[in-house]
């Protein structure tokens, strides 16, 4: 049961466009979400994130934009560079009972050409 | 300040077999979790600790084993290997269970099972 879908599986960038990967949830309970970046050989790391209270959250080239209504979140990384070039993951906070764990959608490659 | 150590960071084993995935932070973290990855499935909580002595399954625990003896340590125990469970392992790491904590990932394990 997937609770976050991620797409697209893969996409391809030319240098100095802009990367678009959206997630979609199920879940109205969840209220945390972050995006994560991961390069070959390397464990994820938390890139940036947003609660649903807010439409849309900017750090540098990366944004990320919520759609409450829709259920729906994406990630924007503007004027792309090669070194952006890695494995992007969204996530989504939820509880259960006495925990607090993450749901990762299933991961969007991106390559960055020049 | 190491982070997240994962030890090793490769390994083969033949079905059956029996080994322990290693898993340390010097941050003095309460909360530590596995996670595998497998293609096309983003990564699956296996399973979780919110404190020392305090151990709780994820979404995909059968044929893995955990315990929690010190704040530092959180090592993976995989009982009889299977050829299911060739995948890479990372293990986690946040301040509290509770977000926006930041989650902390070690830099992985890649097991083989033949």
């Known amino acids: 049961q997937q609770q976050v879908k991620q797409s697209p599986q893969s996409l391809i960038v030319q240098k100095g466009g802009i990367s678009i990967i959206n997630c979609a949830y199920e879940n109205t309970a969840f209220d945390y979400f972050p995006w994560y970046q991961q390069f070959p050989g390397k464990g994820p790391a938390l890139l940036i994130a947003?609660?649903?209270?807010?439409s849309e959250k900017k750090e540098g080239r990366f944004t990320i934009s919520f759609n409450k209504s829709a259920k729906q979140f994406s990630l924007h990384i503007m004027d792309s560079q090669p070194g952006d070039s890695a494995t992007y993951f969204c996530?989504?906070?939820?509880?259960?009972?006495?925990?607090?764990?993450?749901?990762f959608g299933t991961g969007t490659r991106l390559q960055v050409t020049l | 300040n190491a982070g997240v150590t994962q030890t090793p960071k490769f390994q083969v084993l033949k079905t059956g077999q029996s080994m322990t995935l290693q898993c340390a932070q010097d941050m003095n973290h309460e909360y530590m979790s596995w996670y595998r990855q497998d293609p096309g499935m983003g990564l699956r909580l296996i399973h979780y600790s919110v404190g020392a002595g305090i151990t709780d399954q994820g979404e995909v625990p059968n044929g893995y084993n955990v315990s929690r003896s010190t704040t530092e340590d959180f090592p993976l125990r995989l009982l009889s290997a299977a050829p299911s469970q060739t995948s890479v392992y990372f293990c986690?790491?946040?301040?509290?269970?509770?977000?926006?904590?930041?989650?902390?990932f070690g830099p992985g394990t890649r097991l083989t099972v033949l």
């Open positions: 947003i609660r649903p209270d807010v």
């Open positions: 996530a989504a906070r939820g509880n259960t009972g006495t925990a607090s764990k993450l749901t």
């Open positions: 986690a790491s946040r301040k509290a269970q509770w977000f926006p904590n930041e989650q902390f």
